[in-house]
């Protein structure tokens, strides 16, 4: 099974609110990514975590915060966004950060700030 | 540095037929990974195939094969016998020490199949 699951599909969100993005996996991956993907661009890498710590920060604003709660799960908590920050957001898992595997990519949460 | 190159835009190719979507990339890197994406329009970045530095046989995945040619760095998709389906973006990626292991990916090349 290579399945990465991302929770919800779809979300509108007002420049208030607080909500939170959810991804998870089942394959025992131990490097665990949020990526950012604007129309038509490839994905931007924002965090990586590794063995449940934060590992990389691709220098994002603090309205995006992670949580890795424990190595299936990994969550992104959206505060007082910006209509900019409307985009495709994918959760991807890897066997370990240190490895030059594959990643694989959940089917991405579609974002849209009012 | 590290930087993958997809130099076509766009691509159509006729439904059955078989089409080479292009890669080349820079690195200094020994070793390192490549790898071949597949995003349709719904949004999910689908894994189709991998090819590591030291590997002396290009991979093949079904329809998929990568022709890797380090010498020359390209690391080119070759899909097989097309389908309505294939329609996608498809993305060449990397990884490597040098940039710490990040996956860097390329433009993107959009694939049209034509009935």
């Known amino acids: 099974d290579t399945e990465v699951t991302q929770t919800p599909k779809h979300l509108v969100m007002g420049m208030t609110n607080k909500k939170s993005l959810k991804c998870e996996q089942h394959?025992?991956?131990?490097?665990m990514y949020w990526y950012k993907q604007k129309a038509k661009k490839p994905p931007e890498l924002m965090f990586v975590?590794?063995?449940?710590?934060?590992?990389i920060n691709e220098s994002v604003p603090s309205r995006f915060s992670p949580e890795c709660p424990n190595s299936s799960l990994l969550n992104l908590h959206l505060h007082a966004l910006q209509p900019e920050d409307s985009a495709l957001y994918l959760c991807?898992?890897?066997?370990?950060?240190?490895?030059?595997?594959?990643?694989?990519f959940g089917q991405g949460t579609r974002l849209t700030v009012v | 540095a590290q930087k993958i190159t997809q130099t076509q835009p766009g691509m159509f190719v006729q439904e059955k037929e078989a089409v080479t979507l292009d890669c080349t990339y820079d690195?200094?890197?020994?070793?390192?990974?490549l790898f071949w994406y597949k995003q349709p329009s719904s949004g999910e970045m689908i894994f189709l195939i991998y090819?590591?530095?030291?590997?002396?046989q290009n991979a093949t995945e079904g329809r998929y094969s990568l022709n890797f040619q380090k010498a020359r760095k390209s690391a080119n998709l070759v899909i097989s016998a097309s389908q309505l389906g294939d329609s996608a973006m498809y993305f060449c990626?990397?990884?490597?020490?040098?940039?710490?292991?990040?996956?860097?990916f390329g433009a993107g090349t959009i694939l049209r199949v034509k009935s």
């Open positions: 991807a898992s890897s066997q370990a950060y240190s490895e030059v595997t594959e990643a694989f």
């Open positions: 394959m025992g991956h131990r490097a």
């Open positions: 975590y590794s063995y449940e710590k934060l590992s």
């Open positions: 690195t200094s890197d020994q070793s390192y990974g």
């Open positions: 090819q590591g530095s030291y590997d002396e």
């Open positions: 990626a990397m990884r490597g020490v040098v940039k710490g292991n990040k996956l860097v």
